[in-house]
């Protein structure tokens, strides 16, 4: 405990590198003053995702602050779906989004794109500071899990979460998650499904509804399927990937036409995280 109220202080950023990508500089210049006086000494800049893409092609960055809005060009979350694919961001990496709006649309865009975490403007240097230490210690803990994941080895992901479901850490639920996507990418489709209906009949929560719905389209159930979207979509109205899983169904079905309606459905809630118009 002593230790982590030391690392709290003023050397919580100390030897880390860190990226902001932002287009105000003032905004840019605000940020840096918070950073260093948390002990940061190694702070680059990128007013756009294209230069920020170049910049972490060259370095290994520690932690990056990466604005949602970028004016033209990329946009944060498709500057961290392009560090993902490229492999340009290391498991033990940490991705934080920024955003001047605290809007249900733009909050839901920054849950479903899943960094790290999110920043709404304007932010305290304690909540920064807190913020950076919850992930630090997720990541610290789940080293193994993250390295898996980056190396896309969905059977050790499997192995280690298992692990770790059964320490009851403080991370069971994440651990499920992960569990079950990587059980659907080795299609042990039976096994997914127990551990979904085991959670399901606890809370109807939004992640578990949707990987249900995904593991009776794989079981050719799009009856089931289309009840489950439909159901996290009740719980939520923003949730994209379920009106996505819900066209595919119908295209499985058959009823292009309403496949069609439901990925224009999906356009429009991806086109809200965007402008961040409700």
């Given at each position: 405990?002593?230790?982590?109220?030391?690392?709290?202080n003023?050397?919580?950023?100390?030897?880390q590198?860190?990226?902001?990508?932002?287009?105000?500089?003032?905004?840019?210049?605000?940020?840096?003053?918070?950073l260093?006086s948390m002990?940061?000494?190694?702070?680059?800049f990128?007013?756009t995702?294209?230069?920020?893409?170049?910049?972490?092609?060259n370095?290994?960055?520690?932690?990056?602050?990466v604005?949602?809005?970028?004016?033209?060009g990329?946009?944060?979350?498709?500057?961290?779906?392009?560090?993902r694919?490229?492999?340009?961001?290391?498991?033990?990496?940490?991705?934080?989004?920024?955003?001047?709006?605290?809007?249900v649309?733009?909050?839901?865009s920054?849950?479903?794109?899943?960094?790290?975490?999110?920043?709404?403007?304007?932010?305290?240097q304690n909540?920064?500071?807190?913020?950076i230490?919850?992930?630090?210690?997720k990541?610290?803990?789940l080293?193994?899990v993250?390295q898996?994941?980056?190396?896309?080895?969905?059977?050790?992901?499997?192995?280690?979460?298992?692990q770790?479901i059964?320490?009851?850490?403080?991370?069971?639920?994440?651990?499920?998650?992960?569990?079950?996507e990587?059980?659907?990418?080795?299609?042990?489709?039976a096994?997914?499904?127990?551990?979904l209906?085991e959670t399901?009949?606890?809370?109807?929560?939004?992640w578990?509804?949707?990987?249900?719905?995904?593991?009776?389209?794989?079981?050719?159930?799009?009856?089931?399927?289309?009840?489950l979207?439909?159901?996290?979509?009740?719980?939520?109205?923003?949730?994209?990937?379920?009106?996505?899983i819900q066209?595919q169904?119908?295209?499985?079905?058959?009823?292009?036409?309403?496949?069609?309606?439901?990925f224009?459905?999906?356009?429009?809630i991806?086109?809200?995280?965007?402008?961040?118009?409700q």
């Amino acid at each position: 405990v002593l230790g982590d109220v030391v690392w709290m202080n003023n050397k919580t950023l100390e030897s880390q590198r860190i990226l902001i990508v932002d287009d105000q500089r003032a905004f840019q210049l605000m940020f840096k003053g918070i950073l260093y006086s948390m002990g940061a000494t190694n702070v680059a800049f990128a007013p756009t995702g294209e230069q920020a893409l170049a910049k972490c092609a060259n370095v290994n960055y520690d932690i990056l602050f990466v604005d949602y809005h970028l004016g033209v060009g990329k946009n944060g979350k498709q500057l961290l779906e392009d560090l993902r694919e490229k492999k340009l961001l290391g498991p033990h990496s940490i991705f934080m989004l920024v955003t001047g709006e605290n809007t249900v649309p733009m909050v839901m865009s920054a849950v479903e794109l899943e960094p790290d975490d999110y920043l709404v403007k304007p932010f305290s240097q304690n909540v920064l500071r807190s913020r950076i230490q919850r992930i630090k210690r997720k990541k610290t803990q789940l080293a193994a899990v993250y390295q898996a994941l980056f190396d896309e080895q969905a059977e050790q992901v499997v192995t280690l979460c298992q692990q770790k479901i059964g320490t009851e850490g403080r991370y069971q639920q994440f651990c499920k998650r992960v569990l079950v996507e990587n059980l659907i990418k080795l299609n042990q489709l039976a096994e997914a499904e127990h551990i979904l209906q085991e959670t399901l009949s606890q809370r109807r929560s939004g992640w578990a509804l949707l990987l249900q719905a995904k593991v009776c389209y794989r079981q050719n159930r799009f009856e089931d399927s289309m009840a489950l979207c439909q159901e996290a979509i009740e719980n939520n109205r923003y949730f994209a990937e379920a009106y996505d899983i819900q066209a595919q169904n119908y295209r499985a079905m058959g009823e292009t036409y309403k496949a069609f309606s439901f990925f224009q459905a999906e356009d429009g809630i991806r086109d809200l995280y965007v402008t961040g118009v409700q």
